[in-house]
Nanobody, 119 residues
Framework: QVQLVESGGDSVRAGGSLRLSCSAS????????LGWFRQGSGKQREVVADVTPTGQETLADFTKGRFAITRDFGQDKVYLQINGIRPEDAAAYYC?????????????WGQGTLISVSS
């Protein structure tokens, strides 16, 4: 099993910045991809960004120029920096890990950390 704990969500004004953190524990050696999803009110969960075991980063189109993802392989953590926050960024942000053992893929989720945006 893999446990994920997020932190850093807050209520911010539009244009502000936040840094979300996620710490992984448990069977961390099995983790391949580590990243973030988000789910706004009344919306489907969508991928934000992730980092592969080789350090390759993938970011959703809506993040370009405002979001950055960083993975600390030594500390089993992943961070999401969000700058120039917009009202549409308001959502619950979930840390996600895809792990592999016994040739099967396993998906794990954190409990979510909430960002609310005021204009």
């Amino acid at each position: 099993q893999v446990q994920l704990v997020e932190s850093g969500g807050d209520s911010v004004r539009a244009g502000g910045s936040l840094r979300l953190s996620c710490s992984a524990s448990g069977n961390v050696d099995s983790i391949a991809t580590l990243g973030w999803f988000r789910q706004g009110s009344g919306k489907q969960r969508e991928v934000v960004a992730d980092v592969t075991p080789t350090g390759q980063e993938t970011l959703a189109d809506f993040t370009k120029g405002r979001f950055a993802i960083t993975r600390d392989f030594g500390q089993d953590k992943v961070y999401l920096q969000i700058n120039g926050i917009r009202p549409e960024d308001a959502a619950a942000y979930y840390c996600h890990a895809r792990a592999f053992w016994q040739v099967y893929a396993h998906d794990f989720w954190g409990q979510g950390t909430l960002i609310s945006v005021s204009s």
